[in-house]
């Protein structure tokens, strides 16, 4: 299979491994990006692997909170510069206000909720028209709580809803702003996958020197577990230290304020989303024979 610079640039974004390097995984894989990833990691050569939905569209996140729920919408754009503008945020506020009130549990259905002067699809072709570019709901996430509810937005772009049992208002807030900046994959260490337990055991085992493999099973198998805690805590909301108070964990700042966070969910601006991106000069020296 033929080895393309594309596929080389995602492994190195992915990996954080030089070009040489992620070109010989690469090979040596097939050209798979996963197993290749997998190879360097074996190879001691990369850390836990990164990567993320790759993110091109622009847009916001707006969200409205009441009494026992909230909901956050993304609305996407063309431009940054149309994200920014304050008919768009108002747009953007105004859907998020209409979602909360209405109970709109998809995009469709929010589409039909009366809104100031029209329903909600009425008023988002209005602005397209007067905007000038292609303006969608994509999304939206609603949450009910019997407890504390953390709403968090970062600069439009980063949303976080976070479930709190116990604890308050200001822990559940904390805990949603952790959410955006860490993005943890799983909650608790009881919520990771037997599968990504296994592999990351076997990665730490290939990774390990011919010596310490010859050391007795159960001390091999006390090593081994103490590098995949490392990786779980890494990995898992609870076991992060905490952004707020670095000096303690999420875990121990909860159970601190004898709280439990029920559920989070968390979106960000055009995630999985892949926007094309026009080489114009290229496209103009291929049409000129200059390339």
């Known amino acids: ?78 431009t940054d510069f149309v994200a920014k503008d304050e008919n768009f945020v108002r747009f953007c506020e105004l859907v998020a206000q209409a979602a909360l009130s209405s109970g709109a549990a998809d995009i469709e259905a929010l589409k039909g909720v ?45 949303g976080v809803l976070v479930d709190l049992k116990g604890g308050n208002v200001e822990l559940a807030r904390g805990v949603a702003m952790h959410v955006a900046a860490m993005n943890p994959p799983y909650n608790k260490s009881s919520d990771v996958p037997a599968d990504f337990v296994a592999k990351e055991k076997e990665i730490e085992l290939a990774k390990m020197s011919d010596k310490d493999k010859a050391k007795p099973a159960e001390i091999l198998e006390k090593i081994i577990g103490g590098k995949v805690a490392k990786i779980l805590n890494d990995n898992t909301l609870y076991g992060q230290p905490y952004v707020v108070d670095t000096n303690m964990t999420v875990e121990a700042a909860l159970k601190a304020a004898k709280a439990e966070v029920v559920a989070y969910h968390r979106i960000a601006v055009g995630e999985g989303i892949e926007k094309v991106v026009e080489d114009y000069a290229a496209e103009v020296m291929k049409q000129a024979g200059l390339a």
């Open 1 to 78: 299979m033929e080895i393309t610079a594309s596929m080389v640039k995602e492994l190195r974004e992915r990996s954080g491994v030089g070009m040489m390097e992620c070109k010989k995984a690469l090979t040596e894989n097939g050209g798979s990006i996963d197993s290749a990833m997998e190879w360097l990691r074996k190879q001691g050569l990369a850390k836990a692997d990164k990567k993320a939905g790759r993110v091109a569209a622009e847009g916001r996140i707006s969200m409205a909170a009441g009494a026992g729920n909230a909901v956050m919408v993304e609305i996407n754009s063309e």
């Open 114 to 158: 009366a809104a100031e002067g029209g329903s909600i699809e009425e008023l988002r072709s209005a602005l397209v028209l007067k905007l000038g570019e292609n303006i969608q709901l994509r999304r939206i996430v609603a949450l009910k709580s019997e407890g504390n509810i953390g709403a968090y937005v970062h600069g439009g772009r980063i």
